[in-house]
């Protein structure tokens, strides 16, 4: 199935019944130790996706304390940003008629259409103040072509565009990516299918994510990231509750 699908609803994607027909203990890891070979990956925790932001994501602010404290166990942490131009492509008031969470073609295929949101240069855009992440090397922008979205951290939403992450990591001898942040079903399952596709080993650490859930979205990129091999944990896999 192609990744793009994953801005369209569930049912589009024939993935409405969501994983409550997979086995949770499908998903059950033991004890994770991150090592020297193993990156954080904090994926756009912003004010414009927090409560008071532009596309708050409920409960968004609740994944700043627990990726705090997942920090101290990595030696290797990237964050990304979302850095849209004004007028961006993916705005929805871009686009005359229609309103936000509608969709559209683009060029690359179909693409939800957001509020104007994450605008450079904004406090809107800005990363959230309560992050503290002492080992954090790079931040990735990602969304700044003003005709492309990009929810990845790895790879604009035309599948053609990079953004160096992957060569970046590889360079550094990572092989083991951990995903937290905003929003679950969007740019944090992007991030860790296209980590996927590019041969690391993926988690997804559940407790330190927040969904928008668009359509069934959020059980649709569960769905599908378990079936890519993305290993679903829980922050108390890596570091006592």
């Known amino acids: 199935m ?109 693409q939800v259409l957001w509020p104007d949101h994450c605008v450079q240069g904004t406090e809107d855009a800005a990363l959230n103040k309560d992050l503290k992440l002492p080992t954090a090397q790079v931040i990735i922008r990602k969304g700044f072509h003003k005709n492309v979205d990009s929810y990845s951290a790895f790879e604009e939403a035309d599948r053609k565009t990079s953004t160096g992450l992957a060569g970046y990591l590889k360079q550094r001898g990572i092989n083991t990516v951990f995903v937290t942040g905003l929003a679950t079903d969007f740019c944090v399952a992007w991030t860790a299918l296209d980590a996927r596709k590019l041969g690391f080993q993926v988690y997804v650490i559940e407790d330190a994510t927040r969904a928008i859930d668009l359509n069934g979205s959020l059980a649709a990129a569960w769905k599908q990231m378990s079936a890519k091999g993305v290993k679903r944990i829980q922050s108390s896999d890596i570091v006592a509750a």
Not at 39 to 54: E, M, R, W, Y
Not at 98 to 103: A, G, R, S, Y
Request: with cysteine.
């Open 2 to 110: 192609h990744r793009r699908t994953l801005v369209k609803s569930a049912a589009a994607l024939g993935l409405a019944g969501g994983f409550g027909s997979v086995s949770l203990s499908a998903f059950a890891q033991a004890k994770v130790k991150p090592n020297a070979k193993s990156a954080l990956i904090v994926v756009d925790v912003q004010n414009c996706f927090i409560d008071g932001g532009t596309l708050p994501v409920k409960g968004g602010a609740e994944v700043v304390p627990v990726i705090n404290k997942l920090a101290d166990s990595f030696e290797n942490i990237v964050v990304t940003q979302d850095w849209h131009t004004a007028g961006h492509a993916s705005f929805a008031s871009t686009h005359a008629g229609k309103k936000p969470f509608e969709t559209t073609k683009l060029s690359y295929g179909t």
